[in-house]
């Protein structure tokens, strides 16, 4: 397999001028207190189309002859490849299409749809979707712009990387999340080929690492199930391309928890103003799950903010309950009138905000002279929720979970 060298990279950055924005770096004085050294945010999510994957993308197109452009160009994706390759060819005036799982996130593919693209949905993974463009491409001859496995996407990735030595010349590790590992191995030549003494790390979802199976087998294996938040990083099976740049050049790959991701995802929302999908939040994850293994000055990258509204709701939602912010509990109360009042009570003396309160009367649970109250109640944090509850059972009231 021809080797991606720095040179390559070099070339597509100048291919991009004028395309692609180069992205704010952005000091986090919380993560550099976590960490104990100076944390950067590569804030990939500002990028045009959302993500980092117009430079891939875009360099990809721009190199096809006149007659593959003519025949038009064909992608999967669950949204940030689709943008990218939408807004490419729409930028070089190819026609595109796109497959996307079904399940994709609405907003990506509504962008998707006003670059120009004919979106079209098949499976409920990017693998099944790509399988799909694959055969289209086989019967009309259109281009396929694979997401991450070849080397021209490759070089387009690591412009990233290359910014990010410039934007922070003094960089000791570098957090690149990782799907089918296109961004990371293209970060990796760059990085390497410049500052070998840097550490580069992938970060990939727990429920979505096929890197660490595949590493331990010498090549891409697929996995047999995914579940993640991180749809941008949910890739069953690692490129032949990039596998191999991952293979010899990243350092580690390490794995992140769905709490995590949505703890950094709400986190990055609450102190760096920023909005990220959970893929771009994975390096913030990893920096929040072990904040002394990384030598800083640590840049970590965020690869995207295209995220649903709908599941930012449900990951905001996540993250507060797993910082213990956000609290179900089951009390069970006399069923007589002035018990739910004396209740809310003790919760608002407690300075605890109740967002929702359900009466449950029937159950095997309860004598024929109670009720259960099913609340949703928010909190300031671990020492508030355990004084809140430990409040509570002194004053008598039987208090459960979920």
């Not at 595949?214 to 047999?224: E, F, K, M, Y």
């Not at 690692?238 to 596998?243: D, E, N, S, T």
Request: with cysteine; proline share 5%.
């Amino acid at each position: 397999m021809e080797a991606i060298s720095l040179d390559d990279v070099r070339s597509a950055r100048e291919l991009l001028r004028g395309v692609v924005r180069q992205t704010p770096m952005e000091s986090s004085r919380w993560l550099s207190e976590r960490v104990g050294g100076p944390v950067h945010l590569k804030c990939e999510n500002l990028q045009r189309g959302g993500s980092f994957k117009i430079r891939g993308a875009y360099t990809r197109i721009a190199r096809l002859s006149e007659a593959e452009r003519a025949r038009g160009v064909v992608a999967a994706s669950a949204g940030n490849h689709a943008q990218g390759v939408a807004l490419a060819a729409g930028l070089l005036g190819i026609k595109a299409t796109v497959f996307m799982p079904h399940g994709a996130s609405i907003p990506k593919e509504h962008a998707t749809r006003s670059y120009g693209a004919d979106v079209r949905y098949v499976g409920h993974t990017v693998d099944e979707a790509l399988t799909a463009a694959c055969a289209l491409s086989a019967d009309t001859g259109a281009v396929l712009i694979h997401p991450f496995d070849h080397p021209d996407v490759v070089a387009g990735q690591g412009t990233c990387g290359l910014e990010v030595l410039e934007q922070c010349p003094d960089v000791r590790t570098v957090l690149v999340c990782c799907g089918g590992g296109g961004l990371v191995a293209g970060v990796a030549v760059a990085v390497k080929a410049l500052r070998p003494d840097v550490r580069v790390v992938a970060v990939q979802a727990e429920g979505a690492a096929a890197y660490p199976p595949s590493l331990a087998a010498g090549h891409p294996v697929l996995l047999d199930r995914m579940e993640t938040m991180a749809d941008g990083i949910a890739v069953g099976r690692p490129g032949g391309v990039p596998f191999d740049v991952v293979r010899r050049q990243v350092d580690d790959v390490v794995t992140v928890s769905e709490e995590s991701l949505s703890q950094a995802l709400l986190l990055l929302l609450e102190r760096a103003k920023l909005v990220v999908e959970p893929a771009g939040a994975a390096g913030v994850a990893a920096l929040e799950e072990a904040p002394h293994a990384y030598a800083p000055p640590v840049v970590a990258v965020l690869s995207g903010g295209n995220i649903d509204p709908l599941l930012l709701m449900r990951v905001i939602r996540h993250g507060l309950a797993s910082a213990g912010r956000y609290l179900v509990l089951r009390v069970r109360v006399p069923d007589h009138p002035g018990a739910l009042a004396g209740l809310l009570g003790e919760l608002a003396r407690l300075d605890a905000n109740v967002l929702e309160v359900v009466h449950q009367r029937i159950s095997s649970r309860l004598h024929v002279d109670e009720v259960e109250i099913s609340l949703q109640v928010e909190t300031r944090g671990p020492e508030h929720s355990d004084g809140l509850l430990g409040r509570l059972r002194e004053r008598g009231y039987p208090v459960s979970f979920g």
